[in-house]
């Protein structure tokens, strides 16, 4: 009795400790306002799209801390099993206990992962919100005098020769045409490992924005 006790706290505790995922709390990206814009519009167009960030990635934490714990559940089950059939009753405890600790390792660390993730997702949501409504985000050419945003659409995207990847893990990146101010350059693809398996890439790609053209960086999804 006291050896199932002591393995029903040890894989409680793992289990509390596998949930380790979160919704972002707020960007990790620094807008700014762009000159004469009252400070007001500015905070109220921030809220908005802090907003608009968290619905995109609504509930992925959850499903996040969902596959830590089942994978944790695993680890339990599957020590268990094999200790009964080494030590019976004690080896199925202290199976239990081992295997709830590797299964919630792996679990955490895949949570974890994904949180890394899920703040990126958000970040580029909220860019982009931002951006889209003419304020000044990293990464954007900052709407000063000396530039002016493309009025016309990108050129079709250019033929490209996909390397093997560098491991089967990783996901192709498609090229896409940056703008420097006056002109379109094209933007070689690459490689990149994405955050969690089941996350998807959204190319980099242009959008029809009032009287121009608004960048869409690339991000992963889900």
């Excluded at 500015?42 to 968290?54: D, I, L, M, P, V």
């Excluded at 006056?182 to 890439?201: E, I, K, L």
Aim: hydrophobic fraction near 35%.
């Amino acid at each position: 009795m006291r050896i199932q006790q002591k393995t029903a706290c040890a894989v409680s505790a793992l289990l509390l400790l596998a949930g380790c995922a979160a919704p972002p709390a707020g960007p990790t990206v620094a807008a700014m306002p762009p000159p004469n814009k009252p400070f007001e519009q500015f905070a109220n167009e921030q809220e908005y799209c802090k907003q608009y960030a968290q619905q995109q990635v609504s509930g992925q934490a959850e499903s996040a801390n969902n596959q830590a714990v089942g994978t944790a559940v695993i680890g339990t089950l599957l020590g268990a099993g094999l200790g009964a059939a080494v030590g019976g009753g004690s080896g199925a405890a202290i199976g239990a206990a081992g295997g709830a600790v590797a299964g919630t390792g792996i679990g955490a660390s895949g949570s974890q992962n994904q949180q890394y993730g899920i703040q990126g997702q958000y970040d580029n949501a909220y860019a982009q919100c931002m951006y889209a409504k003419g304020n000044q985000v990293p990464g954007t050419q900052a709407a000063d005098a000396g530039y002016q945003p493309p009025t016309s659409a990108p050129p079709p995207p250019q033929t490209e020769q996909i390397p093997p990847p560098p491991y089967p893990t990783y996901v192709w990146q498609p090229g896409y045409w940056s703008w420097n101010g006056y002109q379109y350059q094209w933007v070689p693809g690459h490689y990149q490992q994405p955050p969690a398996q089941t996350a998807v890439w959204v190319p980099d790609h242009w959008q029809q924005y009032q009287s121009g053209w608004v960048f869409i960086p690339g991000h992963w999804q889900g």
